[in-house]
């Protein structure tokens, strides 16, 4: 674990627009992290809650809320992702709706590291 990567991953999720979602494994690979859809929750799991990061719109790649059902993280996300226009059924989010897809602008240079 560096600081670089937590920094990267830092970055990539601050640039999920609101009323968009991404998968840990969709974070990673923008981050330059292929294959550390694990570490990208485990940096979430660890940010300073005094940090305006939207950890909220980072979901599972089925769309599903990886925090337990009922649980009160789950609730949280759920009230946090509907607060921004994004429909939540039965903690799950429909990809092909709310799925962030980053035009190449944002690729070329907002995500250079």
């Not at 990208?40 to 719109?57: A, C, E, F, I, S």
């Not at 949280?76 to 799925?99: A, D, F, H, P, T």
Request: net charge positive; proline share 5%.
């Amino acid at each position: 674990m560096s600081e670089e990567h937590r920094s990267q991953i830092y970055h990539t999720v601050s640039l999920i627009p609101e009323g968009k979602v991404a998968s840990y494994g969709q974070i990673a690979d923008l981050a330059g992290l292929p294959g550390r859809a694990r570490l990208v929750g485990l940096y979430l799991k660890q940010h300073d809650p005094t940090r305006n990061l939207p950890w909220h719109r980072v979901v599972k790649s089925n769309g599903q809320i990886a925090f337990p059902n009922g649980s009160d993280k789950a609730i949280e996300q759920c009230q946090r992702i509907m607060s921004e226009g994004v429909l939540v059924n039965n903690n799950y989010i429909e990809m092909k709706k709310y799925k962030w897809d980053p035009d190449l602008t944002d690729i070329l240079y907002r995500l250079a590291f």
